[in-house]
């Protein structure tokens, strides 16, 4: 059944200095033998081992989450597994981005925010919230990935809410943006969304050939995770296998 989680954004935005700059700048304020008490260079520290923390904690977090989702076979997460110790991590994340000024980011660690709410947390009014802010600022910022994941998720909640006209506008807006990107994989994802859409809605037809066409997008980019989705769409849209529940447990 519609509404599985989004793979994780690709490709990522360009990286500022390394972390392991950041942490170079900061170890010999570390040392009060060396250098003279300066409240300013005290609070850049602050702000260097922010941005350090955010960034760990935004990677963290989608470490847990993307092996959660893969926890099971076939790609899917296994019974009983639980991806919810992510969500701290995304909201500390955003909460360090706004605070040290990296709109990129913050927007994107907002995006998971709002991803794990709905998938997990299931408080789909949290979710939409949260994913409206983020679209707002990747809409400022011309940011087409992150939108496009807000897109999709967005139309995820439509679905949810009995609305499948919003629900097929939103995931149609999300393939556009990963088109124009590209980011193919993500296009092959949402292909696959739009025909577990056209299976709710009893058209099998249209389901297949968005099926066929996600599956050619997919074996160009070499995309292993939307080949196993889209196979698992396939099974259902045969009668071989019961739709799966909205979100993963």
């Given at each position: 059944?519609?509404?599985?989680?989004?793979?994780?954004?690709?490709?990522?935005?360009?990286?500022?200095?390394?972390?392991?700059?950041?942490?170079?700048?900061?170890?010999?304020?570390?040392?009060?033998?060396?250098?003279?008490?300066?409240?300013?260079?005290?609070?850049?520290?602050?702000?260097?081992?922010?941005?350090?923390?955010?960034?760990?904690?935004?990677?963290?977090?989608?470490?847990?989450?993307?092996?959660?989702?893969?926890?099971?076979?076939?790609?899917?997460?296994?019974?009983?597994?639980?991806?919810?110790?992510?969500?701290?991590?995304?909201?500390?994340?955003?909460?360090?981005?706004?605070?040290?000024?990296?709109?990129?980011?913050?927007?994107?660690?907002?995006?998971w925010v709002g991803t794990l709410e709905q998938t997990l947390n299931?408080?789909?009014?949290?979710?939409?919230?949260?994913?409206?802010?983020?679209?707002?600022?990747?809409?400022?910022?011309?940011?087409?990935?992150?939108?496009s994941g807000v897109e999709r998720h967005l139309g995820f909640l439509?679905?949810?809410?009995?609305?499948?006209?919003?629900?097929?506008?939103?995931?149609?807006?999300?393939?556009?943006?990963?088109?124009?990107?590209?980011?193919?994989?993500?296009?092959?994802?949402?292909?696959?969304?739009?025909?577990?859409?056209?299976?709710?809605q009893k058209d099998r037809d249209a389901a297949i050939r968005l099926?066929?066409?996600?599956?050619?997008?997919?074996?160009?980019?070499?995309?292993?995770?939307?080949?196993?989705?889209?196979?698992?769409?396939?099974?259902?849209?045969?009668?071989?296998?019961?739709?799966?529940?909205?979100?993963?447990?």
């Open positions: 059944m519609l509404a599985g989680p989004m793979t994780a954004p690709e490709p990522p935005h360009p990286a500022d200095a390394s972390l392991e700059d950041r942490l170079d700048r900061i170890s010999p304020l570390l040392q009060i033998e060396s250098h003279r008490w300066d409240a300013d260079e005290w609070a850049r520290s602050d702000q260097l081992l922010d941005q350090v923390e955010a960034r760990v904690a935004l990677a963290r977090g989608r470490l847990i989450y993307e092996r959660f989702l893969r926890s099971g076979p076939g790609g899917s997460p296994a019974r009983g597994a639980n991806g919810l110790p992510a969500l701290p991590l995304f909201r500390r994340a955003a909460e360090l981005f706004h605070r040290t000024g990296d709109a990129v980011r913050e927007r994107e660690a907002l995006f299931r408080n789909y009014a949290e979710a939409a919230v949260t994913l409206e802010r983020a679209g707002e600022l990747a809409k400022t910022a011309g940011d087409r990935l992150v939108l439509a679905f949810l809410e009995g609305v499948p006209v919003e629900a097929r506008a939103h995931l149609e807006e999300s393939v556009r943006l990963r088109r124009e990107i590209p980011f193919p994989a993500g296009v092959a994802m949402g292909l696959v969304a739009l025909a577990e859409l056209s299976l709710e099926l066929d066409e996600a599956a050619e997008v997919a074996r160009a980019a070499g995309a292993d995770g939307a080949l196993a989705a889209i196979g698992e769409v396939r099974q259902r849209a045969s009668g071989t296998k019961h739709a799966v529940p909205p979100s993963p447990e």
